[in-house]
């Protein structure tokens, strides 16, 4: 820091200053003064004692990267569910926070309207397909006495087109039957899925109609559940390497089934991914907020080192690397990703390189040190461990 001082006053004086010789022996006086000045600092620090520090190695080792994310737990599928039939709530059939599965009854709307509807439906069928037997009858003797000339073209296209008239009442009365026997199965409310039904929306005794806005109770799948996360879009092109390779990348604690949406949010600059899991004990809920951490690929021989040993400055960070004469230099590291307490080393560093992990506060490039055991060093040299979710 001195020497560049010194460079910095010897470059503003050559500014004020005449060209020429002048410039030239200030420049040179600048420089022996600060290489003098070099000098003495580097001499003063190889005379203190030696410092006690706790050291650690630059080791290969398989690092997974993960990608963490804030995620809300989804249920996998919900269900608003609602009578599809006018009529009175008769009853209900689930406890709140119960367990049901596909087609169990929920509730049930007052059959009897319905089954009238239905009966009279039936009656009408029974009537018109009277009608249609003896019009298919009349029918059959109107073309014999055609035959015989005794009956008119005319009489026999009027009697056939009534045949064709009561066949359709017929089929109509059908339809409206069925009809009719869907409108009473209604009445019947069942789930429509495996799940949990929720709070009821609604008691027992109230006029619903399939029109209405408000539902009975909401049923929500838990087993498989969700969870839905954001990740910053420049993540995308790595997830899109992942799943372009024929995996899907796996989350901790929710399975190996990735979905990624299909757009980034533009007020946000993230897009959003879903990850399944079985969720068997049930210990995810909807609506509750968990950590996602995306398992994103498996760096083979990384260059790793111990935590404590990264520092941070100014200028990034860096690490106090020990030298074969047990002095310390600072060193810039670029740094992958720190995980439970191991730092992932992509540039500065090289493999065995000896670093220090403990004891760095009464460093400075140059010191000499002597390497003590973990429990040997004082607990001031100690460094505060951060803690990594």
Do not use: C
Not at 174 to 192: F, M
Not at 201 to 227: C, F, K, Y
Not at 269 to 274: A, D, E, N, S, V
Not at 332 to 338: E, L, M, N, P, T
């Amino acid at each position: 820091m001195l020497l560049r001082a010194v460079f910095g006053a010897v470059a503003l004086l050559s500014v004020a200053s005449v060209p020429g010789a002048l410039v030239w022996e200030l420049s040179n006086a600048s420089l022996s003064t600060a290489m003098g000045a070099r000098h003495d600092t580097e001499q003063a620090v190889s005379n203190d004692p030696p410092i006690p520090i706790v050291a650690g190695t630059a080791d290969p080792q398989d690092v997974p990267i993960y990608i963490f994310a804030l995620g809300t737990v989804q249920a996998l599928s919900t269900v608003t569910v609602r009578s599809r039939v006018d009529g009175q709530l008769q009853s209900l059939r689930f406890q709140e926070g119960q367990d049901v599965r596909a087609g169990d009854i929920l509730a049930k709307v007052d059959p009897r309207p319905f089954e009238a509807a239905l009966r009279q439906m039936e009656a009408n069928l029974r009537r018109d397909q009277a009608q249609l037997r003896s019009a298919k009858v009349e029918l059959e003797r109107t073309r014999n006495l055609l035959a015989r000339g005794l009956a008119s073209r005319q009489s026999l296209d009027m009697q056939g087109a009534q045949v064709e008239q009561l066949e359709a009442t017929v089929d109509a009365d059908q339809a409206q039957i069925e009809n009719a026997k869907i409108d009473l199965e209604y009445t019947v409310i069942r789930s429509p899925i495996d799940g949990r039904a929720g709070l009821r929306l609604v008691d027992e005794g109230n006029m619903i109609h399939a029109s209405d806005t408000a539902a009975i109770v909401v049923v929500r799948q838990l087993q498989p559940a969700a969870v839905v996360f954001a990740l910053p879009e420049e993540d995308l092109p790595k997830i899109n390497s992942r799943l372009s390779a024929g995996s899907a990348p796996t989350v901790t604690a929710f399975g190996r089934d990735g979905t990624v949406d299909n757009v980034i949010d533009r007020n946000t600059g993230t897009f959003k991914l879903k990850a399944r899991f079985g969720n068997e004990k049930k210990t995810l809920w909807p609506g509750q907020f968990v950590n996602a951490r995306l398992h994103l690929a498996t760096r083979r021989g990384g260059i790793v080192v111990s935590e404590a040993a990264v520092q941070h400055g100014p200028e990034g960070t860096y690490a106090f690397v020990i030298g074969p004469d047990n002095t310390v230099s600072m060193r810039a590291i670029r740094v992958a990703q720190i995980q439970s307490g191991i730092a992932v080393i992509d540039d500065g560093l090289s493999l065995g390189e000896r670093v220090v992990v403990e004891g760095q506060h009464r460093l400075q490039p140059g010191s000499r040190v002597f390497e003590v055991k973990p429990h040997e060093a004082p607990s001031s040299n100690r460094p505060e461990q951060s803690a990594k979710s």
